[in-house]
């Protein structure tokens, strides 16, 4: 029989062995978030802003509790977004917003505080959302809804 004694030693060593992978784990994610930041400032710095948005959107995704690296990502991409929007690149600004809401929404918990800023995010999409540029007419001759069949389905024998 096992005393209590050597039961405890046990789980012991298997907490410690537990928190080592942890902190391994956190720390990877810590130099992935780091070095995928330090990438979207290089390509920001050299005018390549479709793989700074990649780089800021990695550096969210790789999320780890107290990350500065996701918090100035997070407000990078927020300010590229607003930027494109006050130059008039709605469709720049719309994937900008897109890309920062599916990053923040991969890495969201329900208790975040960036919930807010979800709402925010959403209400801009839906603002710069391109309308169709093509209505059909419901005058026209041979519209759908005067009952003629533009396309009718063959009849088999």
């Known amino acids: 029989m096992v005393d209590l004694r050597t039961l405890l030693l046990r789980a012991g060593i298997g907490a410690a062995i537990f928190g080592i992978f942890f902190l391994i784990l956190a720390a990877g994610f810590r130099v992935k978030a780091g070095r995928a930041l330090a990438d979207a400032r290089a390509a920001e710095a050299r005018g390549d802003t479709d793989a700074a948005v990649a780089g800021y959107d990695l550096a969210i995704r790789h999320h780890y509790p107290f990350s500065g690296a996701g918090r100035e990502a997070r407000d990078r991409l927020l300010a590229m977004a607003e930027e494109y929007e006050k130059?008039?690149?709605p469709d720049a600004a719309r994937q900008t917003y897109q890309t920062l809401l599916s990053a923040l929404c991969a890495v969201e918990s329900g208790l975040s505080a960036n919930r807010a800023l979800i709402e925010r995010l959403e209400a801009k999409v839906a603002a710069l959302l391109p309308l169709p540029s093509h209505?059909?007419?419901?005058?026209?001759?041979?519209?759908p809804a005067d009952g003629l069949i533009q396309n009718p389905t063959p009849q088999l024998p």
């Open 87 to 89: 130059r008039g690149q």
């Open 135 to 143: 209505r059909p007419d419901p005058t026209a001759p041979g519209n």
